[in-house]
Structure formats: structure tokens, C-alpha cells
């Protein structure tokens, strides 16, 4: 069974920085590419970052475009989502979710920018 | 960036009801097409991929159709389980892929 499983989230001040996770297991976990996609509260989906199977290949919505990286560690089967210079419109639920098909995602975790 | 626009963005409807939901494209995404169930607290599921293929272990009163630019969704004989919000997404770009903005289906 795949399962998905993000952490890191929590509050963190304008400005600051987090680094979410994603452990996947259940999968090989190197042939996916991967997407963190965010909700909003009260609001819709947006997919802010893709990274292909072997990460060599990185795609951002241009609103995080150079603030957040997205990276893999595919001998930890995790993803990785590094958040900089967060801003207050940046709080949301984030998921992991897999490849195009986004047919497995994960819980969520919540983050909260606020000062 | 592809730009994909879903109406209505609510709707009230009735237990064995049948319901459509329609996702208009910005430009061709050929068949490249999700549709997704959200409720509420909770990951949204994916329901039919590839425009009209349903996923599997999703019921059938479930269906999607189109391709180019113009998609719809339908669910026939609504069940209780089946008020959520519906988005579309497309998948035929570059990532990252767009979603639409929801559709709340809501109890009559």
C-alpha cells in the first residue's frame, strides 16, 4: 500500500524559514515524480513544486519561485519542500502528492506564517 | 500558464440527483485532465484521470468526458457521501499543473 507522510509544519514568523517532509513508502519510490501541492484555508489546491523522479528536473509556481526548494532524497524515499522568506499569504496545508496522476497524497501538514 | 476555469462554483442539489460540473481550458490540454473529490479536513481523491478514465475502486455513477478545451463532469444518482468540492486539474503543460477553482456541492 502507498502511503504518504508529510511533517514540519508549525508556526513560523514572516520571514523565517521551515523545511517540510514527505516519507513515501510502498512505491520505488525513484521512478515518481513528485509535486507539493498547498491549500489555502477556505481556498482552493495550487501546486507550488514538481521535481521529477531522479531530481534532476525542478518546477516552481511563480509565486514561490526563488524562495522555495524543493529537493529528494531518493535512498530515504523523501521529499523535501525548503521554505524561505515566507510570507503570510504562504499559510496553508501543504501534501505531497505523487506524479501527474496525483493519485496518492498524503494527510497534510499545516503552515502558519504569522508574527 | 494554462488557466482552467470550472463552473458553478456551488450547487445545490438532491439525493438521486444527477449533477454536472464543466472545466474549460485556456488552451488545447488534449485529454490531459484529473478530476478530484475533497471533503472536508481531508486529502482530495482522485476520481477520473485522462479525462474519462475512472479510477480504480471509484463507483461509475461517476463519469467525465471531453478533451481539447471543454471537459464535463457527472455524477448520476447522487449519494450522501457525494457532497464535497470537485476540482479539475490539468496535467498536459509543463508542471506545475493548475487546478480549477472548485465546485462546493452542496445538500438541497
Known amino acids: 500500500e502507498v502511503q504518504l507522510l508529510e511533517s514540519g509544519g508549525g508556526l513560523v514568523q514572516p520571514g523565517g524559514s521551515l523545511r517540510l517532509s514527505c516519507a513515501a513508502s510502498?512505491?520505488?519510490?525513484?521512478?515518481?515524480?513528485m509535486t507539493w501541492v498547498r491549500q489555502a484555508p477556505g481556498k482552493g489546491l495550487e501546486c507550488v513544486a514538481e521535481?521529477?523522479?531522479?531530481?534532476?528536473?525542478?518546477y516552481y509556481a511563480d509565486s514561490v519561485k526563488g524562495r522555495f526548494t524543493i529537493s529528494r532524497d531518493n535512498s530515504k524515499n523523501t521529499l523535501y519542500l525548503q521554505m524561505n522568506s515566507v510570507r503570510v499569504d504562504d499559510t496553508a496545508v501543504y501534501y505531497c502528492?505523487?506524479?501527474?496522476?496525483?493519485?496518492?497524497w498524503g494527510q497534510g501538514t499545516l503552515v502558519t506564517v504569522s508574527s | 500558464d494554462i488557466q482552467m476555469t470550472q463552473s458553478p462554483s456551488s450547487l445545490s442539489a438532491s439525493v438521486g440527483d444527477r449533477v454536472t460540473i464543466t472545466c474549460q481550458a485556456s488552451q488545447d490540454i488534449r485529454k490531459y485532465l484529473n478530476w478530484f473529490q475533497q471533503k472536508p479536513g481531508k486529502a482530495p481523491k482522485l476520481l477520473i484521470y485522462d479525462a474519462s478514465n475512472l479510477e480504480a475502486g471509484v463507483p461509475s455513477r461517476f463519469s467525465g468526458s471531453g478533451s481539447g478545451t471543454d471537459f464535463t463532469f457527472t455524477i448520476n444518482s447522487l449519494q450522501p457521501e457525494d457532497f464535497a468540492t470537485y476540482y479539475c486539474?490539468?496535467?498536459?503543460?509543463?508542471?506545475?499543473?493548475?487546478f480549477g477553482q472548485g465546485t462546493k456541492l452542496e445538500i438541497k
Open positions: 510502498g512505491l520505488t519510490f525513484s521512478s515518481y515524480a
Open positions: 486539474q490539468q496535467y498536459n503543460s509543463l508542471p506545475p499543473y493548475t
Open positions: 502528492a505523487k506524479d501527474q496522476l496525483f493519485d496518492y
Open positions: 521535481i521529477s523522479g531522479s531530481g534532476g528536473n525542478k
